[in-house]
């Protein structure tokens, strides 16, 4: 199946400062997710973002597939940011695109 | 907006009951998941519906059971519950076709003393 890296696995920043966290992956992918874990566990969709560039607010994403990776970008980090981060991409080339393969995460540490 | 359900976000069983855990979607979703995530060791497919009272296993499906009778509804069952089922269980569904956006519920965190 295809292997998903997530870089750093911890980031610690102050409040206002940037950040980029990033995914490779071993194989070309049509399909990828980002999702953030918030305290309380839910998963919440980010982006879907097989390729291209997108925004939401104070985050962007961008999916290069050829180069097999993508990077989230969080520009003026606030406290409620924190939490674990994770990219998703299909299990393997073969399926629907119903099963997915999870990084392990990168956990962000917001401070006032 | 799509809406994943769970039946419960806390629940306490005792070792050896049998649980069930109520997942429901409203986006007539044909792929319909169940996870577990643990510390250090991330997010695990326990079981995988692509259609009505289809299942495939997953990952882990070894003490946990499925039901799928209706297309908005899949349902993870521990037929007897021990102590290292304690986990955050996590279910999703997505469309087959693209995009093959997945929503997660609220999760639930079980515990089995």
């Known amino acids: 199946g295809i292997q998903v890296e997530q870089s750093p696995p911890d980031l610690i920043l102050q409040e206002g400062a940037n950040s980029t966290l990033r995914c490779n992956f071993s194989?070309?992918?049509?399909?990828l997710q980002w999702f953030h874990q918030n305290p309380w566990g839910q998963l919440i969709n980010l982006f879907y973002?097989?390729?291209g560039t997108k925004q939401n607010g104070r985050l962007s994403a961008t999916t290069v597939a050829t180069e097999r990776y993508s990077l989230l970008y969080i520009s003026s980090s606030q406290t409620t940011d924190s939490g674990v981060y994770f990219c998703a991409v299909p299990l393997n080339l073969n399926t629907n695109a119903g099963k997915s393969t999870f990084g392990d995460g990168t956990t962000l540490t917001v401070k006032p | 907006d799509v809406k994943v359900t769970q039946s419960s976000r806390y629940l306490v069983k005792r070792t050896g009951e049998k649980v069930f855990l109520e997942c429901v979607q409203d986006?007539?979703?044909?792929?319909m998941f169940w996870y577990r995530q643990d510390p250090g060791l991330g997010l695990r497919l326990i079981y995988f519906?692509?259609?009505?009272?289809?299942?495939e296993k997953g990952d882990i499906p070894e003490g946990y059971s499925v039901s799928r009778e209706k297309k908005e509804r899949f349902s993870l069952i521990l037929e007897s519950a021990s102590t290292n089922q304690t986990s955050m269980y996590l279910c999703a569904s997505n469309p087959t076709g693209a995009p093959y956006e997945q929503y997660f519920g609220p999760g639930t965190r079980l515990t089995v003393t």
């Open positions: 194989d070309s992918v049509n399909n």
């Open positions: 986006m007539d979703h044909e792929n």
């Open positions: 519906s692509y259609d009505v009272k289809m299942k």
């Open positions: 973002i097989p390729s």
